[in-house]
Each structure stands twice: as structure tokens, then as C-alpha cells.
Nanobody, 121 residues
Framework: QVQLVESGGGLVQPGGSLRLSCAASGSIFRINDLGWYRQAPGKQRDLVASIATGGTTNYVDSVKGRFTISRDNAKNTVYLQMNSLKPDDTAVYYC???????????????WGQGTQVTVSS
């Protein structure tokens, strides 16, 4: 029905940068709010950044000024540019999209498969 495919994770040294991408495909009528979450070992999955349909963004305090979320509506894609990475940013990152499909009149939550980001020297 709908698939989200993430890319861009990896190993980076402290202070480095990575750019995550998440592309949606399938029976999509409209994509509404988008978000990036992360889950470190032994911890719950937490929201890192979100971007609304109109472009309004929100960030958790720990990433403000370092991470930037953006969206390309023509490509059904959301990005997370991560700069000045710290070891505490190490986690599996998941994209989330609130999508209305052609078969339903209300939106549903869809998740990417997750991509590992490791910040270490």
C-alpha cells in the first residue's frame, strides 16, 4: 500500500555531518505532517524534529541549531540534515509520515525501516 524507505545513516566522527532521507511510495493521496524519531539502546523512541504541511518546523531542544528537517512534496520525501553530531546522537533514526491513502478518508501513521547513526571517534 505505502512504503517508506530510509537512507543516509552511518558512522561519523564527533563534529561531523550526515543527511538522512526518507521517501514514500504507493497509493498516496496526500502527505500531511512529517517527523524524524530516534531510539537509543534501552530507551524509548522519541521525536527529534517535525515539519507540518505548511512548513512549520519543531525540534527537540538537544538538536536545535544543529539539525534541520525539510520536505520535498514533489518527491514525497523528508530529509534530516544533521550537523555538529555528538556521541549522544547515536541511535536508530526512524521517519514518520501521516499519510492519507486513496483507500481511506483519514490519515494513518507510516514508519520507515530505521537507519543506524553512530557518532564515535
Amino acid at each position: 500500500q505505502v512504503q517508506l524507505v530510509e537512507s543516509g545513516g552511518g558512522l561519523v566522527q564527533p563534529g561531523g555531518s550526515l543527511r538522512l532521507s526518507c521517501a514514500a511510495s504507493g497509493s498516496i493521496f496526500r502527505i500531511n505532517d512529517l517527523g524524524w524519531y530516534r531510539q537509543a539502546p534501552g530507551k524509548q523512541r522519541d521525536l527529534v524534529a517535525s515539519i507540518a504541511t505548511g512548513g512549520t518546523t519543531n525540534y527537540v531542544d538537544s538538536v536545535k541549531g544543529r539539525f534541520t528537517i525539510s520536505r520535498d512534496n514533489a518527491k514525497n520525501t523528508v530529509y534530516l540534515q544533521m550537523n555538529s553530531l555528538k556521541p549522544d546522537d547515536t541511535a536508530v533514526y526512524y521517519c514518520n509520515m501521516k499519510i492519507r491513502t486513496w483507500s481511506r478518508t483519514i490519515e494513518s501513521d507510516f514508519w520507515g525501516q530505521g537507519t543506524q547513526v553512530t557518532v564515535s571517534s
